[in-house]
């Protein structure tokens, strides 16, 4: 078989319009089934270079400024502040309340063109961050955070959405579990670049040091954005004006249609809202964000009182991190090539909920810290499984959205209380806290079986409506050229070959 490097040498422009051409149907129109498999292959390895490292660089940035407060905070923000215990877990609660209040901004990346949305945003949130570095009073950084959930409500949740315009169904998964990958991976630089800063000796505040060097580089970010993000495929200029029509091939395989931006159907949004299957995913979602929440902004203060020092609480929270990110990226990939992301959370959601059950069982210092690497390796990739689940078994872009804005509204609730479970007058086991984030990990688990089985149900009735997959595939090609007399039917979007992923 030949490499991607043969094949580049090989498909000169002209032998590349050559293909394009003798695939192309009566209406001037590529389709999707035609498409040499290495021309693809081509444009999908172009995508991974330049968006998905792009929207993950961006949420790293944001994951960043979000759970800095942790470090801050025992860097000398809470003796500046007068941060008292519920002060402090205020100031993580006020900005899940603006995020939440604000999830709807996500259909705005179906309107607004990305490029100008994602600007926006990005220019908002680092502002916000960056300012944080000159507040003198509890009140002002309350309202700081209120503004950074309202600016960072606008692309965190958005981005799957987004890289949906640009992925097949059995694709988004891994590049999803990259996108989300950078928040552990924040959270393993947020540790090593803490404890930089926090060992030296600048001329004013560490924490406010903390705040400008992990602000200001988001502001610079935006800029990117603006220049470097596609709004879609078939408009990347990255892509060459043959690439382009594979890319629109792609979107009419997936949703109908080419062009992905602009315009959403109501009624669909409406059948999205009402989905019993969307409600299930938004209660894993909410039972996962009460640990997802809670461990980044707590583990400096949870590894403190076990009595590391401030600094080196800061560097151990690195590895745990950074095993999670690992699996992040591992797990959703096995799931896209098995087609079975139930599998999968039931085993990720099981491993996160026995690390909590060692952090509020153990004594011992080795034990709890080994337990801390459990609920890191499950959580973070847990999330990374349950947002392409939504984004696999919504069959119209539309519903995609919708699928996606409920499961942040639901979801985006269970930080509210994830915020509040380490009071300090809980220390320094936090057994409380712990067993509620062990509890609703293990909640998942039966979520996970539960919406799984309700998925097998609804494939045997799509098999007994529509014949099986085999069946079906026999008859696609035939089916194509019946659509509108040419062009592509959109098997992806509740076709008969759309069935649900395990």
Same mark, same amino acid.
Request: hydrophobic residues 45%; proline residues 4%.
């Given at each position: 078989m030949r490499n991607a490097v043969d094949v580049e040498k090989e498909d000169s422009p002209e032998r590349v319009e050559d293909k394009?051409?003798?695939?192309? /149907?009566?209406?001037?129109? $590529?389709?999707?089934?035609?498409?040499?498999? !290495?021309?693809?292959? +081509? &444009?999908?390895?172009? *995508?991974?270079?330049r968006v998905v490292p792009l929207?993950?660089?961006?949420?790293?940035?944001?994951?960043?400024?979000?759970?800095?407060?942790?470090?801050?905070?025992?860097?000398?923000?809470?003796?500046?502040?007068?941060?008292?215990?519920?002060?402090?877990?205020?100031?993580?609660?006020i900005f899940y309340i603006?995020?939440?209040?604000?999830?709807?901004?996500?259909?705005?990346?179906?309107?607004?063109?990305?490029?100008?949305?994602?600007?926006?945003?990005?220019?908002?949130?680092?502002?916000?961050?960056?300012?944080?570095?000159?507040?003198?009073?509890?009140?002002?950084?309350?309202?700081?955070?209120?503004?950074?959930?309202?600016?960072?409500?606008?692309?965190?949740? /958005?981005?799957?959405?987004? $890289?949906?315009?640009?992925?097949?169904?059995? !694709?988004?998964?891994? +590049? &999803?579990?990259?996108? *989300?990958?950078?928040?552990p991976l924040a959270n393993t630089f947020a540790g090593a670049l803490a404890f930089g800063i926090t060992s030296g000796s600048p001329g004013i505040a560490k924490w406010r040091v903390l705040?400008?060097?992990?602000?200001?580089?988001?502001?610079?970010?935006?800029?990117?954005?603006?220049?470097?993000?596609?709004d879609s495929p078939e408009k990347a200029k990255f892509?060459?004006?043959?690439?382009?029509?594979?890319?629109?091939?792609?979107?009419?395989?997936?949703?109908?249609?080419?062009?992905?931006?602009?315009?959403?159907?109501?009624?669909?949004?409406g059948q999205g809202l009402s989905d019993p299957k969307g409600w299930i995913l938004g209660l894993m979602y909410?039972?996962?964000?009460?640990?997802?929440?809670?461990?980044?902004?707590?583990?400096?203060?949870?590894?403190?009182?076990?009595?590391?020092?401030?600094?080196?609480?800061?560097?151990?929270?690195a590895p745990p991190f950074f095993l999670s990110f690992l699996i992040t990226i591992l797990t959703p990939w096995i799931a896209d090539r098995t087609q079975q992301r139930g599998i999968m959370l039931i085993i990720l959601t099981l491993i996160g909920g026995i690390g909590y059950v060692i952090l509020a069982a153990a004594k011992t210092v080795a034990a709890r810290y080994f337990g801390v690497f459990m609920s890191a390796a499950g959580i973070f990739p847990a999330i990374a499984n349950i947002l392409p689940w939504?984004?696999?078994?919504q069959g119209s872009d539309t519903r995609r959205g919708a699928g996606i804005v409920l499961l942040n509204l639901i979801g985006q609730c269970g930080p509210l209380l994830g915020t509040r479970l380490y009071p300090s007058s809980e220390g320094p086991f936090y057994v409380k806290g712990q067993a509620v984030c062990a509890a609703f990990m293990f909640f998942t688990t039966v979520l996970v079986i539960t919406l799984?089985?309700?998925?097998?149900?609804?494939?045997?009735?799509?098999?007994?409506?529509?014949?099986?997959?085999?069946?079906?595939?026999?008859?696609?090609?035939?089916?194509?050229?019946?659509?509108?007399?040419?062009?592509?039917?959109?098997?992806?979007?509740?076709?008969?070959?759309?069935?649900?992923?395990?």
């Open positions: 394009i051409e003798s695939r192309e /149907g009566e209406g001037g129109e $590529l389709r999707h089934s035609d498409i040499d498999p !290495e021309l693809d292959r +081509r &444009v999908r390895r172009k *995508l991974d270079m929207v993950m660089s961006l949420y790293l940035l944001a994951f960043l400024d979000r759970s800095n407060i942790g470090n801050a905070r025992i860097a000398g923000m809470a003796d500046d502040l007068s941060l008292t215990s519920d002060r402090y877990d205020w100031l993580l609660t603006s995020y939440i209040l604000f999830e709807p901004q996500v259909i705005m990346w179906k309107l607004v063109p990305p490029h100008i949305w994602a600007t926006f945003c990005v220019f908002g949130w680092g502002l916000v961050s960056t300012v944080q570095a000159g507040i003198h009073t509890w009140a002002a950084e309350m309202a700081l955070r209120f503004f950074m959930g309202v600016t960072e409500a606008g692309y965190g949740p /958005g981005i799957p959405y987004l $890289l949906s315009f640009f992925y097949l169904r059995h !694709e988004v998964g891994l +590049r &999803v579990g990259f996108f *989300l990958s950078a928040a705040f400008l060097v992990e602000g200001l580089p988001t502001i610079v970010m935006a800029a990117v954005a603006f220049f470097f993000l596609p892509l060459n004006e043959e690439e382009k029509k594979v890319a629109k091939a792609r979107g009419v395989h997936q949703a109908g249609k080419g062009t992905r931006v602009g315009g959403v159907k109501w009624k669909e949004l909410f039972s996962c964000n009460v640990s997802f929440s809670s461990l980044p902004v707590f583990l400096p203060t949870i590894l403190k009182e076990m009595g590391f020092s401030a600094i080196n609480a800061q560097g151990l929270t939504v984004l696999n078994n799984r089985t309700i998925l097998v149900w609804e494939n045997k009735k799509l098999d007994r409506e529509y014949g099986t997959l085999q069946e079906q595939k026999r008859a696609a090609r035939e089916a194509e050229l019946r659509r509108e007399g040419r062009g592509e039917l959109a098997v992806e979007n509740y076709g008969p070959l759309f069935r649900y992923v395990l």
